[in-house]
């Protein structure tokens, strides 16, 4: 079937569209975490949040209703961030109750209710242009879909327009349920500067697939990894964060300065960016097993051997065991934390080879779904 | 074991629940006791058993997975022998000719199959089995045993409730252990209290997928015994019968009786190619098509079907793959001594264009030997610079051959073995080069005879599989992906409900829970939830009752760092 040249049309407009609307996501997140109150309350609240947690399990068992129950509580656990005026009653309330003390919380009390709502509605903006990006992406998407009478992952350009989709989706996901705004510069940069590549460098005009490439193998495959790896996308920004939140804490500990402190500062703690990294990886490695896998099976079908250490393949094969390494590092004495965090950097790290070196440098059986 | 190759999920949970904060960055229980053994006089057994536990230790295994990763890269860069691209290997070898040696040698150009990375793995697996079994031991004796009794104080716990009620403490236990049941927990009552455990799955998830990582290199190791793989070039109208003679290559593994491989045979009636017209893509192939009649044994009756890219025939555990196709040209040659020839050769695709290329050998032709070498154009057109003869689309709508008639020595007679696609041509003396379109006939000089081009014929390349193993590691890993989900889609949580006579004629009951941080999901909902639950069957006295008692923040959160 021919190309319908109005929607590949339409999909290259949508992406543009998209590319700025994520820009402008971006550019909203830094502004919120750099000047932002939540971001030094919430430092502070490291033993805050947990305190505030207590409060807010007593709150929601009804006949403890005695002890806090008049402050309805947002949790960790379970306040979206897109609420922003309740995670931030739960941070002020935790100060004035007189838990957090210290430093910092000086500067989140009456002084800056003005600049908080501004900032507020900064942060609420950045969220609504990430969705407004995420619907362009997603008409960009379908538009190629549909363009070309297939699913478009089947080479370099579509695959990076997918891989940015599903890890925006999977921070969206997260953010509806978890207070994880401050993901957003992290994850942003690198899809912004992804889009940008695919769109300058990487873009074909829209084509068929050749007839290898026919078979529903592509859909569940190829869709598996680019699942997984945008997860993974999302792990690895929480975990360059808490490398940097790390650093800083464990500085501060000691009494030493550090660099990018005004960076560490706007993070939440170390601990509770570990574990959301923790959570995005154990969500993703099964769907990465689940790919590879189903990326034997194919493999079987199309080539006659589910396995033949093809470049692609080998490649897929370390970063499952580099990610598997991590899940054991982080249950292990002495791997834990920084260097569990350093190995997961690693798994992005191959990944990101497997897709540019490998596409682009290396020829194997894969060759074809390349540029 | 303190430290294990999976998931420290044990420590959490040990016995005295009052040291949590410290277990789990407790150092290597066995490396410490064992390096204070190594002491000058020790027996070998206690070297072995130091080895043993080294060998089974979280950090032996890690470095073992890492250095699998890391070994894993040069076969990715480098051209491996026995892939696809087994020609680059000489490729290499001829542009660099000082390092090769030395990488062929230390086995780079097979890394996969190399003593260095089979070291590797198997001592993973080793390592693997070594903590695996062991673990899948106690959590069978786990599942047996009952829930493990509550600490002393159970309001110490990293969750924890306690609240008076009316109720006395039988009743109060007995609407515990009943609701916990209800709520799927394995719930065990004592005399002053409900022990709970949930989320068993974990850990049986975890040994799954540890075992079925061992059941995966089985399913390897029967495949490399057990396998065989060869592959067949058919023309239309022939067939093929799964005999070591009708490959035209075949490797199978040590195990495999040659003389007794599954009886099928096939015809390939026909092959369909279709391809795209005009635009970008011109020119690529659409789909490939091999009808075949088949049978699974002589006696079987024969029946029909396609065999097309991405759909192998299956039968009896073989699959036959689709893998290539092109033309044969039909030639008609009679030698000067009045013999016909009549010679359906496959001519091979070659790279990068839609040409076929071929060679056609005649030792028997008189008065001297004929070979045939040159080109079949599908779709013969002029280079549009050089004017030459060429093929502009692979569909075959005006078939050409472009050929050179060679007479003299075909050097088939010295023993050595010659490739069928290509003539040796330092003994032969060209006596014709010209285009042929079907039906056309040449008549070469020096009353050596005539060739006719009477038309062509199809070939499809096949791949035939017999691996044995494979449904092993099929099996394995769909267990392995099951396993992962539990392990780390379910958390084990303990809860514990005590109640006590408080003295005034009151019940003192308190509710601890225990489990990890960082698995998905939130015990603090589910334990308030439970506690608030509980409160239902056994009541709270009211609030006016509570004030001022030793319990101000009735439900606390103790931090387990």
């Not at chain 1, 806090?68 to 979206?80: C, K, L, R, Y």
């Not at chain 1, 992406?137 to 940015?164: C, D, K, Q």
């Not at chain 2, 709508?397 to 040796?424: K, W």
């Not at chain 2, 014929?457 to 791949?463: E, G, K, L, R, V």
Request: proline share 6%; charged share 15%; with cysteine.
């Amino acid at each position: 079937m021919p190309v319908d040249v109005g929607l590949a049309k339409l999909s290259n407009d949508l992406i543009a569209g998209g590319i700025v609307a994520y820009a402008v996501g971006f550019l909203g997140f830094a502004v919120d975490a750099a000047f932002g109150n939540h971001a030094a309350t919430d430092r502070v609240g490291y033993r805050t949040s947990k305190r505030a947690a207590t409060a807010a399990v007593a709150a929601r068992v009804p006949a403890m209703a005695g002890a806090g129950a008049e402050a309805d509580f947002g949790t960790p656990g379970i306040t979206s961030d897109l609420r922003l005026e309740e995670s931030h009653g739960s941070a002020s309330t935790a100060d004035s109750a007189g838990v957090a003390g210290g430093a910092g919380s000086s500067s989140s009390d009456l002084a800056g209710s003005r600049s908080d709502w501004l900032m507020r509605r900064v942060g609420v903006g950045a969220v609504v242009a990430t969705i407004v990006g995420w619907l362009l992406e997603g008409g960009s998407i379908v538009s190629r879909g549909l363009a070309v009478h297939r699913l478009p992952w089947g080479n370099m350009y579509e695959f990076t327009l997918a891989l940015t989709f599903a890890s925006v989706t999977a921070f969206l996901l997260i953010l509806s349920r978890q207070p994880v705004r401050y993901l957003g510069v992290f994850l942003m940069a690198p899809v912004v500067l992804a889009l940008g590549l695919a769109v300058l460098v990487l873009y074909v005009p829209p084509a068929p697939l050749m007839p290898a490439l026919h078979s529903y193998w592509l859909a569940i495959h190829v869709t598996a990894a680019i699942i997984a790896s945008g997860v993974f996308m999302v792990g690895t920004a929480a975990t360059m964060m808490f490398l940097v939140a790390d650093r800083y804490a464990v500085a501060t500990t000691a009494g030493k300065p550090v660099r990018f402190a005004a960076l560490a500062r706007m993070m939440p703690d170390p601990e509770t960016l570990d574990r959301t990294a923790y959570r995005t990886f154990a969500f993703a490695f099964p769907i990465w097993t689940f790919a590879v896998i189903a990326g034997a099976i194919w493999a079987e079908y199309a080539w006659g051997h589910y396995w033949q250490w093809d470049p692609k393949e080998t490649w897929a094969f370390i970063t499952w065991i580099v990610y598997a390494g991590y899940l054991h590092a982080r249950a292990t004495a002495g791997w834990r934390g920084r260097n569990a965090a350093y190995v997961a950097m690693l798994g992005f790290a191959t990944i990101i080879f497997n897709f540019f070196i490998v596409n682009i440098f290396i020829s194997g059986m894969h060759s074809y779904a390349g540029v | 074991m303190s430290e294990t190759p999976i998931d420290v999920e044990e420590t959490p949970f040990a016995a005295d629940v009052t040291k949590l904060d410290t277990v789990p960055d407790a150092p290597d229980e066995f490396g410490t006791r064992q390096r204070a053994q190594r002491s000058p006089g020790d027996s070998i057994v206690a070297l072995l058993r130091w080895a043993w536990y080294s060998l089974t230790s979280m950090r032996t295994a890690l470095i073992l997975l890492f250095l699998l990763a890391l070994a894993s890269v040069p076969g990715s860069i480098l051209p491996q022998r026995g892939s696809t691209d087994s020609f680059k290997v000489v490729q290499f070898y001829a542009k660099h000719r000082t390092i090769s040696p030395w990488l062929d040698h230390l086995g780079f150009f097979g890394v996969f199959g190399s003593a260095w990375f089979s070291a590797i793995y198997l001592l993973l697996f080793i390592s693997l089995a070594g903590c695996v079994l062991p673990r899948s031991r106690r959590h069978l004796k786990a599942m047996r045993s009952r829930p493990p009794a509550a600490p002393r104080n159970v309001s110490r716990l990293p969750l924890s409730a306690s609240w008076r009620t009316g109720e006395d403490v039988d009743t109060a236990l007995a609407n515990a252990h009943s609701f916990l049941r209800a709520k799927r927990f394995r719930a065990d009552r004592t005399a002053s209290t409900v022990d709970a455990e949930k989320g068993y799955l974990r850990e049986t998830g975890n040994v799954l997928f540890h075992l079925s990582l061992l059941v995966v290199l089985a399913g390897i190791a029967i495949t490399s015994f057990f396998s065989y793989s060869g592959t067949a070039l058919v023309k239309v109208h022939d067939g093929f019968t799964d005999t070591a003679i009708d490959y035209d290559s075949l490797t199978h593994g040590p195990l495999v009786n040659v003389a007794k491989l599954p009886p099928f045979s096939f015809n390939l009636d026909s092959f369909e190619a279709t391809y795209q017209r005009g635009g970008s893509g011109n020119g690529d192939a659409n789909s490939f098509d091999a009808h075949v009649s088949w049978q699974p044994n002589l006696r079987a009756p024969m029946r029909t079907r396609d065999i097309s890219v991405n759909h192998p025939l299956s039968t009896q555990g073989t699959n036959v793959y689709l893998t290539g196709h092109g033309y044969s040209p039909h030639f008609v040659i009679r030698d000067g001594a009045g013999r016909t020839f009549d010679e359906v050769t496959p001519f091979l695709p070659q790279q990068g264009t839609f040409q076929y290329q071929g060679v056609v050998k005649l030792p028997d032709a008189k008065p001297s030997q004929l070979g045939i070498s040159g080109f079949f154009l599908p779709t013969a057109g002029a280079d549009p610079t050089t004017g030459m003869p060429i093929s502009i689309f692979p569909a075959a709508d005006n078939p050409a051959v472009v050929i050179s008639v060679y007479s003299g020595d075909l050097g088939l007679d010295n023993g050595v073995p010659q490739s069928v696609y290509t003539l040796d041509t330092s003994k032969l003396k060209q006596q014709a080069l010209t285009e042929m379109h079907p039906g056309d006939t040449i008549t070469l000089p020096n009353g050596l005879g005539t060739v006719t081009f009477v038309g062509y014929d199809q070939w499809a390349a096949f791949q035939i599989n017999h691996d044995p193993g494979k449904q092993v590691v099929l099996g394995a890993v769909s267990a392995m992906v099951l396993g992962l989900l539990f392990s780390l889609g379910i958390r084990r949580r303990r809860m514990w409900v005590r109640a006590t006579p408080d003295g005034a004629g009151r019940t003192l009951v308190e509710v601890g829970g225990l489990t990890r941080t960082d698995v998905s999901g939130n015990f603090d909902d589910e334990f308030a939830r439970v506690v608030s639950s509980l409160q239902a069957s056994i009541t709270p006295l009211g609030p006016q009752e509570t004030q001022g008692s030793a319990d101000p923040l009735p439900v606390s959160r103790h931090e387990e760092d």
